[in-house]
């Protein structure tokens, strides 16, 4: 794929025919992601999370806070450089245009093997354009009454979750969070989202 198209080839809210669409491709390797985040990350972003987070391991925790030194899907986009083309199950309450567009370009270039999301239910009234959007782009899309912000992105080696503050927009605040190699701690989180996407569960009883 050539990165350097992706902005021009898929425009916000701009859906496409039926007839057109195409089967997501699914990057190979860490190396066309790693494109991906140089792309999609300005240089200056890249350099202060890189300089702050070491390389991931597993069994490893990271606690962070910053100021408005990236957004989410930025620091998301750092996580799969590592660990290259994951499926992502997340909750946030918030998620704006950038975010949900570079997103699904993720998922369209096979960046992100899946997307399941669980919105708090206020997305409809605040961004409705981009609810809609990522529903007809990703696997799954619920909303609910969830105030959580977690991220959990995974593939047949790692196993990563962000468990932050910050939710899928653009930053301007102290925030901070945790990214934690666990794929006991990624399956306990699937274990609530999953069920509240899918309309049943404790949780998805109150939403």
């Known amino acids: 794929m050539n990165f350097l198209n992706l902005k021009t080839r898929l425009m916000l809210f701009r859906t496409t025919p039926e007839a057109e669409t195409t089967a997501p491709i699914v990057a190979k390797s860490a190396a066309i992601v790693e494109k991906f985040y140089d792309f999609y990350v300005k240089s200056t972003v890249r350099d202060k999370?890189?300089?702050?987070?070491?390389?991931?391991?597993?069994?490893?925790?990271?606690?962070?806070?910053?100021?408005?030194?990236?957004?989410?899907?930025?620091?998301?986009?750092?996580?799969?450089?590592?660990?290259?083309?994951?499926k992502m199950t997340m909750a946030t309450w918030s998620m704006t245009e950038t975010a949900a567009r570079q997103l699904v370009e993720a998922r369209l270039a096979g960046v992100l093997t899946s997307v399941h999301c669980l919105f708090d239910y206020r997305i409809k009234v605040r961004y409705p354009e981009v609810c809609a959007y990522v529903k007809e782009h990703f696997e799954a899309v619920t909303v609910a009454h969830c105030h959580a912000k977690v991220t959990v992105l995974e593939n047949d080696q790692w196993a990563v979750i962000i468990n932050a503050s910050s939710n899928y927009t653009n930053n301007v605040r102290i925030e901070s969070g945790s990214i934690k190699t666990s794929r006991q701690t990624a399956d306990f989180h699937k274990s609530w989202i999953i069920p509240t996407i899918e309309g049943h569960g404790d949780y998805a009883k109150h939403s």
């Open 49 to 86: 999370i890189e300089d702050i987070f070491p390389a991931l391991e597993t069994g490893q925790n990271i606690e962070y806070v910053s100021m408005a030194d990236w957004s989410t899907h930025e620091l998301v986009f750092w996580v799969l450089s590592q660990i290259g083309p994951a």
